[in-house]
């Protein structure tokens, strides 16, 4: 249900802050009391002003903060809403919860007892052919010499031009992508992204100090002429982007969009972050931004998506002028990835068995991804890539996308809007990602999608639920 919190008084808490902190405590409170729910709409600045007994202004910098932690949204000529969860910060969420379908956190789709088997398999070729000795030591290069090899052999059979001494290992994307921007960027630099794009490089701009300014999308991906028309604006340092299935919108970029994208790239010397989370999942056979460019690009790989989200290791390849600097960065943060976690990535990346698994993972999701679209297509517009965890739902309507979460959340699926992956304050699409790849089965994905369908039939109209 969606409810105007016509009557809603918070409850200051001062400790000796301002009172505009105590206002964006309070409703971090309430939120997380349940006292105020995703999607319902906050009274207006005056009227709270007024029932708290502080000026307009107090409320207003309330507002503002609680909008910069996350908890709240304000739309132009539509008022202050509460947030839904962001996927970023969804590892509290209740996909495991009775009853809850959690559709919201594009986690991959896991096998359980076959990795579980071939892991222990793994471990037992570790101690029979690896020098044990050698993954207890220290490595100041980010792998050994052998692990370094390997991942260039892989990162060269996709199309990315690597050598030993271009690539450096680190936990994970995520990990690569913080040690990138932290190392190379500045406070105050500005960030080029996808004006809807990953929540996880939004956290970091606000860590490391850095603006992000949103470049426009469409159904080829990042508009050439949009990132050209920022970076005359004003000084770009760095483009960070998801050409293969993008998160949130499942967009992959032609060939020739990808040419384009590279020859702005080079016209104002920006730095180019080019995330293959979904490299491993998604059939293309694209050319990667890193072959068309090398020497400005960093290309980020790995294999949590379509091997096991438990093997946080990432392949990453830059100019060799970068290595050392990126290697300082990843002592700086946590000395070293670990060479066994390592070991075992690079043999599942050779491993029959362990490809026969992302194979039907791959498999899998493309069912999963003609479901939504069997289930949804005639209501709404789903844009998807095979294979990919995720899928983009643009709503028809009256449908909003905070209105659709909401009532979703009431059916107990959990969905994520629009507005999370948001770069700004522009207006929020009509649409929400849906990630296939969390639920158990397809079962399990089709009742969620039942209510989804039902919802939007009108079943619950978003209209009248308005009090």
Known sequence: MIVIMTIYRPYLQTNGEPRYIALADAIARDIEAGVLAPGDQLPTH??????????????????????????????????????????????????????????????????????????????????????????????????TPRHRMQAASWLVQGGVPAQPETVVLTAGAQHALTVVLATFLRPGDTLAVEELTYPGVKALAQMLGLRLRGIALDGEGLVPESLDRICREGPVRALYCVPTAQNPTSVTMSEERRRRIIEVAQAHDLLVIEDDVHGMLVDTERTPLAAMAPERTVHIATVSKALAFGLRTALVAMPETMVDRMLVGVRSTMWMVPPLMVDVTLRWLNDEHALALARRKREEMAERQALVEAMLGSRCTVTSAPGAIHAWVQLPEPWRSDELVAHARQRDVLVAGAEAFLVGRGPVPHAVRLAVGTVRDRAELRSALQVLDDVLAGATSPLASIV
């Open 46 to 143: 005056r009227d709270l002003a007024t029932r708290l007994g502080v000026s307009i202004g107090t409320v207003t910098r309330g507002y503002a903060e609680a909008e910069r932690r996350g908890l709240i949204s304000g739309e132009v000529g539509r008022g202050t809403f509460v947030r839904a969860a962001d996927p970023a910060d969804g590892w509290g969420g209740a996909g495991r919860e009775s009853g809850v379908i959690d559709l919201s956190l594009a986690l991959p789709w896991t096998l359980g007892e076959e990795e579980g088997r071939l892991l222990a398999e793994t471990l037992q070729a570790v101690t029979r052919e690896a020098d044990m000795a050698e993954l207890l030591q220290y490595q100041p290069g980010s792998a």
